[in-house]
């Protein structure tokens, strides 16, 4: 197949680049720099030059390609809804019918589950997700009826020393000699591998499915106090408690994020595409693994 894919430079998209590669598909690569370029094109992909804002380069590079992988992501950036609106638009207007585009979302576009599993069938509310944005382009590539979209909700992703929240808690540790988590810590995390993450995409390129949306999960569910104690023991750090309060004045909007307990069902991947995780556990890859 000939695939599309953005945010290859960057840690799931680059993943999901080499995984396609090594399968045998023709990858092109958006690339906005010449370090992007250098990385893509290390992972045996084609370099496409430009960025999500670059509208008429991602529309030609769809139109050429049997499948789309849209991966890339910027949280921090405050225009990113903005920009991925455009950037959907574009790039499903480009492609042919019969295509596929296949759409990485979250886990956190689900409200806090307070403990309770949530599958895809819990009905999500822009307004009340603490991912609007996320939910918006989910909408915008299920409602393409020219192509076969998916959608796939990520849970916290880790493994190949990688992960926004893992870097940023270790990095912490090692600065500060604490690593926080809120209250008892007993709110439930879902989690999964790089690796095993790419493996999905593979398999739903492969089989195709209209309107399709997966959790991307493990079964394991880890409370976050275990996280900020294997992060700790990592880093020569304390796992610390913080009150709410605390929390809050110490980090901000962001502390909501550590404080919630959605895990995730996500047999419908099983029973749809024969996934099955198989990398090492969060917590042993943590303490002896790629975070080593």
């Known amino acids: 197949m000939q695939i599309f894919i953005t945010g290859a430079s960057g840690y799931v998209g680059g993943v999901v680049a080499e995984h396609l590669v090594e399968a045998g598909h023709d990858v092109a690569a958006l690339a906005r720099s010449d370090s992007a370029r250098e990385r893509v094109e290390a992972l045996g992909a084609k370099a496409v030059r430009g960025g999500l804002e670059d509208l008429q380069t991602l529309r030609t590079a769809a139109a050429g390609a049997d499948a789309v992988v849209h991966a890339a992501v910027d949280y921090a950036h405050p225009?990113?809804?903005?920009?991925?609106?455009?950037?959907?638009?574009?790039?499903?207007?480009?492609?042919?019918?019969?295509?596929?585009?296949?759409?990485?979302?979250?886990?956190?576009?689900?409200?806090?589950?307070?403990?309770?599993?949530?599958?895809?069938?819990?009905?999500?509310?822009?307004?009340?997700?603490?991912?609007?944005?996320?939910?918006?382009?989910?909408?915008?590539?299920?409602?393409?009826?020219?192509?076969a979209g998916a959608v796939i909700r990520a849970a916290l992703v880790y493994g190949r020393g990688g992960s926004g929240l893992l870097q940023g808690l270790i990095a912490g540790g090692r600065q500060s000699g604490t690593v926080p988590y809120i209250g008892d810590g007993a709110n439930e995390w879902s989690s999964v591998h790089v690796d095993d993450l790419a493996a999905l995409y593979l398999a739903i390129l492969e089989r195709p499915s209209p309107g399709t949306v997966v959790n991307a999960a493990t079964a394991e569910r880890t409370p976050f106090r275990r996280i900020a104690e294997a992060v700790a023991g990592l880093t020569g750090a304390r796992a610390v408690s913080l009150t709410a309060e605390q929390a809050v004045r110490a980090m901000g909007p962001f502390a909501a994020v550590l404080a919630r307990s959605a895990p995730m069902d996500s047999s419908r991947a099983g029973r749809l595409f024969g996934w099955k995780p198989t990398g090492p556990a969060l917590l042993e890859d943590l303490a002896g693994g790629s975070y080593r």
């Open 79 to 147: 225009g990113m809804g903005e920009m991925e609106d455009g950037a959907l638009r574009a790039m499903l207007d480009g492609m042919h019918a019969g295509g596929t585009f296949v759409y990485t979302s979250t886990g956190l576009v689900y409200p806090d589950g307070e403990g309770v599993a949530v599958d895809e069938g819990r009905p999500l509310d822009p307004d009340e997700s603490p991912q609007p944005y996320k939910v918006l382009g989910e909408r915008r590539v299920l409602a393409a009826d020219h192509v």
